[in-house]
Nanobody, 119 residues
Framework: QVQLVESGGGLVQPGGSLRLSCAAS????????MGWYRQAQGKQRELVAH???????NYLDSVKGRFTISRDNAKNTVYLQMNNLNPEDTAVYYC?????????????WGQGTQVTVSS
């Protein structure tokens, strides 16, 4: 019942910026986490950042001070502002929704958007 659609990825030079967006549609429980994971080729998926329904955030250590996650609950949309990008940020970025409903915790995933940082 829930779909996530990401946008905003692309190619950027080191030191540049990108802003990712993820819009969720469907029946979304009030208590939830929205966030971004990334997976580089040949690497494990890792959590980049997430934000709760009431605004609490968590960041991967390597992106602290460079990335900012935010959300608009009215639009069911989460954003990731990425500044001072470096080649190690190159990965497919996946939007994730963790939904805490009355009967179960569910995970939903977007299709992924490629971020490439290269000179």
């Amino acid at each position: 019942q829930v779909q996530l659609v990401e946008s905003g990825g692309g190619l950027v030079q080191p030191g540049g910026s990108l802003r990712l967006s993820c819009a969720a549609s469907g029946r979304i429980d009030t208590i939830n986490l929205m966030g971004w994971y990334r997976q580089a080729q040949g690497k494990q998926r890792e959590l980049v950042a997430h934000i709760s329904h009431n605004g609490r955030t968590n960041y991967l250590d390597s992106v602290k001070g460079r990335f900012t996650i935010s959300r608009d609950n009215a639009k069911n949309t989460v954003y990731l502002q990425m500044n001072n990008l470096n080649p190690e940020d190159t990965a497919v970025y996946y939007c994730n929704l963790k939904s805490y409903g009355p009967t179960e915790r569910l995970d939903y995933w977007g299709q992924g958007t490629q971020v490439t940082v290269s000179s």
